[in-house]
């Protein structure tokens, strides 16, 4: 099947031992049944560390992590020793695939690398180009997508089209978009929608606090608050929203051919590229508001959220409170 993926994507690259957020720190490490047979025969030292650094529950194994929710095979460089012996061949699925994502179609399948790897979220922020899918690798089939992901297709693009139409500045193509998918009589309070992603299940407590601190800003700015007050920022900046809703876009609608909710979908990416402006402005009071910022923001945001699919699925259900 042919697969296709963003322009930025060739461009990605792990930081390994020059992250600052590494993803073998804080998140549990599943194991698929493939790796587990492997490392269950595995000889040497290594192989008797792999077996004794893996519990399993109800049929399903992962590693167990240190004290410090670390990665028993995170060395003290930051560096895996798997990886080191073995190659990255050797490495268990997800992270093999970490930060990847894939979407299935019919005709195709498109990936793309998430942004709760802070590698990615700088590189998906400071790319500056409108981003297309590209063709990475065809296999000669000529699979033909049926007419209902035909129809998304044409909805994206439409949505795309909306989002990368730089003769408006982002507040305003994101405004637009939901005024189109909200019901006017029952439109979104930014002091509500940051209270309902507050109450959400939280993985970082340092996310919760600027969570409360926006909302307590937004507050104090009374009635524009109620009006979905945006801020004020530089308009060199809005290409880094711009990629940001892009991303939401080619990641989360593509559920919607099976789930039928593309414009909670769509609403998803808009509301979530606009949390992020409003983080953004916050921050603008204390420091001068770059690509950084918003790279350190947006990896946040999705590791809170959008990585978690219990989150997602409850904005999503808290979603169709609005739609038309």
Same mark, same amino acid.
């Given at each position: 099947?042919?697969?296709?993926?963003?322009?930025?994507?060739?461009? $990605?690259?792990?930081?390994?031992?020059?992250?600052?957020?590494?993803?073998?720190?804080?998140?549990?490490?599943? /194991?698929?049944?493939?790796?587990?047979?492997?490392?269950?025969?595995?000889?040497?030292?290594?192989?008797?560390?792999?077996?004794?650094?893996?519990?399993?529950?109800?049929?399903?194994?992962?590693?167990?992590?240190?004290?410090?929710?670390?990665?028993?095979?995170?060395?003290?460089?930051?560096?895996?020793?798997?990886? /080191?012996?073995?190659?990255?061949?050797?490495?268990?699925?997800?992270?093999?695939?970490?930060?990847?994502?894939?979407?299935?179609?019919?005709?195709?399948?498109?990936?793309?690398?998430?942004?709760?790897?802070?590698?990615?979220?700088?590189?998906?922020?400071?790319?500056?180009?409108?981003? !297309?899918?590209?063709?990475? #690798?065809?296999?000669?089939?000529?699979?033909?997508?049926?007419?209902?992901?035909?129809? $998304? $297709?044409?909805?994206?693009?439409?949505?795309?089209?909306?989002?990368?139409?730089?003769?408006?500045?982002?507040?305003?193509?994101?405004?637009?978009?939901?005024?189109?998918?909200?019901? #006017?009589?029952?439109?979104?309070?930014?002091?509500?929608?940051?209270?309902?992603?507050?109450?959400?299940?939280?993985?970082?407590?340092?996310?919760?606090?600027?969570?409360?601190?926006?909302?307590?800003?937004?507050?104090?700015? !009374? #009635?524009?608050?109620?009006?979905?007050?945006?801020?004020?920022?530089?308009?060199? +900046?809005?290409?880094?929203?711009?990629?940001?809703?892009?991303?939401?876009?080619?990641?989360?609608?593509?559920?919607?051919?099976?789930?039928?909710?593309?414009?909670?979908?769509?609403?998803?990416?808009?509301?979530?590229?606009?949390?992020?402006?409003?983080?953004?402005?916050?921050?603008?009071?204390?420091?001068?508001?770059?690509?950084? /910022?918003?790279?350190?923001?947006?990896?946040?945001?999705?590791?809170?959220?959008?990585?978690?699919?219990?989150?997602?699925?409850?904005?999503?259900?808290? +979603?169709?409170?609005?739609?038309?």
């Amino acid at each position: 099947m042919d697969i296709y993926v963003p322009d930025y994507y060739n461009s $990605f690259a792990c930081k390994a031992d020059k992250c600052m957020h590494s993803c073998c720190v804080g998140w549990e490490i599943d /194991i698929d049944e493939e790796s587990y047979q492997r490392y269950s025969k595995m000889e040497g030292k290594l192989g008797k560390r792999l077996r004794e650094c893996i519990a399993s529950e109800d049929g399903a194994y992962r590693f167990v992590l240190d004290g410090n929710e670390r990665c028993p095979f995170l060395n003290d460089s930051g560096l895996c020793d798997i990886i /080191i012996e073995k190659g990255e061949d050797c490495l268990c699925e997800i992270c093999r695939y970490h930060p990847r994502y894939r979407n299935f179609f019919s005709d195709r399948i498109e990936m793309g690398i998430g942004l709760s790897c802070e590698a990615a979220a700088e590189l998906v922020v400071c790319h500056k180009e409108k981003v !297309g899918m590209r063709l990475l #690798t065809a296999d000669g089939e000529n699979e033909v997508c049926d007419t209902g992901e035909q129809t $998304f $297709f044409e909805l994206r693009e439409q949505v795309l089209g909306v989002l990368q139409n730089r003769d408006v500045p982002i507040a305003e193509r994101l405004e637009a978009l939901k005024s189109s998918v909200c019901r #006017t009589e029952h439109g979104m309070c930014a002091v509500e929608t940051i209270g309902f992603f507050y109450e959400l299940e939280c993985l970082d407590p340092e996310w919760r606090l600027l969570l409360q601190e926006l909302k307590q800003q937004l507050e104090r700015n !009374g #009635t524009e608050a109620e009006e979905g007050f945006m801020p004020v920022l530089p308009n060199e +900046l809005d290409v880094a929203f711009e990629q940001i809703a892009v991303y939401f876009v080619y990641r989360h609608t593509a559920d919607s051919v099976w789930n039928g909710d593309f414009w909670e979908r769509v609403l998803f990416s808009v509301i979530g590229t606009e949390l992020i402006m409003l983080l953004c402005g916050m921050l603008a009071k204390k420091v001068k508001p770059d690509e950084s /910022i918003i790279a350190d923001l947006v990896r946040r945001y999705s590791a809170e959220v959008e990585y978690s699919e219990e989150n997602t699925e409850c904005v999503l259900r808290w +979603l169709t409170n609005f739609l038309k």
